[in-house]
């Protein structure tokens, strides 16, 4: 017998010897399906996120944020609605249009007339990001030039707003279903070209390194548009908005990066209580050293 012989272990026969040669390649292959699902599950949660950002329900929540600090709303309520009112008491009309306001937005008489300030400004925001959210804010521009410096807190906020649109919506639930196949298809490639628990360690690591990078990457990039800016007019409110929409990927990365480690974990302690078992499990244990 052997002097290095493992208790439990057989010989090495010839077919062994020849697919232990082609480990290496079958390693490096192993290695690039992952890695391809981590970079399509990265893409793929990026693109969830966009979508559930620009969902209408939360988008509008944003704009009406967006639109209060991007344009003087309050001051067109103070100078233009005392005359809105008079106009409203004087006239048989049933629908009314604030003059000194760039959206054609009707209000009807009881609003004009009963509504408070603060509920005649919230009816003028939701309204106006129903506005925003289909055609962007371009519908304030009514002569075509209008033009912010992306490099200034008012332009990068302008821009926020006006990505967080019905178009942006649609493409990103496009590019989320195309990128959930490619997915679902790498998933189960980079599980067939493992072994044992060899496959569940592969895709939690996939999913912990697409969850760290994108974690990384959009806790790095909220960072940088919310302190670049410090001490700008606008900086508060780009500070909010900046905020809100960040913490949407950033989750949904968090949960991916928590689910991913989970597998590796378990993958790693499974291979671990395999090896240790007698001769009859000898063959789990040898599927799970690859």
């Known amino acids: 017998m052997p002097l290095f012989a493992h208790k439990g ?8 010897k020849l697919l232990s040669a082609r480990r290496p390649s079958l390693d490096s292959s192993r290695a690039g399906y992952t890695a391809a ?9 990026g693109a969830m996120s966009v979508r559930q950002s620009t969902e209408q329900r939360n988008a509008r929540l944003l704009i009406e944020a ?21 106009t409203a008491s004087a006239s048989t009309q049933t629908a009314f249009t604030i003059p000194g306001y760039p959206l054609n937005i009707a209000f009807s008489r009881g609003e004009v007339t009963n509504a408070t300030d603060a509920q005649f ?15 962007g804010l371009s519908a304030f521009d009514q002569n075509g030039k209008q033009s ?19 178009d942006i919506h649609d493409s990103a639930r496009t590019a989320s279903l195309i990128l959930f196949l490619l997915v679902s298809v790498f998933a189960l490639a980079t599980a067939v070209r493992n072994r044992g628990f060899g496959r569940v360690r592969a895709l939690g690591t996939a999913a912990l390194v697409a969850g760290l990078a994108g974690l ?11 302190n670049v800016w ?3 007019p606008f900086s508060d409110d780009l500070h909010t908005l900046i905020g809100k929409l960040v913490d949407v990927p950033q989750r949904n990365y968090a949960v991916t990066a928590g689910l991913g480690l989970f597998l590796l974990v378990l993958g790693l302690v499974s291979s671990l209580v395999a090896n240790q078992l007698p001769e009859d499990g000898f063959e789990v244990a040898e599927d799970a050293e690859y």
């Not at 699902?37 to 949660?45: K, V």
């Not at 990384?216 to 919310?226: A, D, H, I, P, Y």
């Open 9 to 16: 272990r057989t010989r090495t026969t010839s077919r062994e």
């Open 37 to 45: 699902l981590a970079l399509l599950l990265f893409l793929f949660i």
């Open 66 to 86: 967006g639109v209060a600090s991007l344009t003087d709303v309050d001051q067109v309520i103070v100078e233009y609605r005392p005359l809105l009112k008079q």
């Open 121 to 135: 400004r919230q009816l003028l925001l939701e309204r106006t990001s129903a506005y925003v959210y289909t055609d």
């Open 148 to 166: 912010l410096s992306f490099f200034s807190a008012q332009g990068v906020l302008e821009q926020l707003v006006d990505w967080l649109s019905a």
């Open 216 to 226: 990384l990457l959009s806790t790095g990039v909220g960072w940088v548009l919310g």
């Open 230 to 232: 410090s001490g700008d």
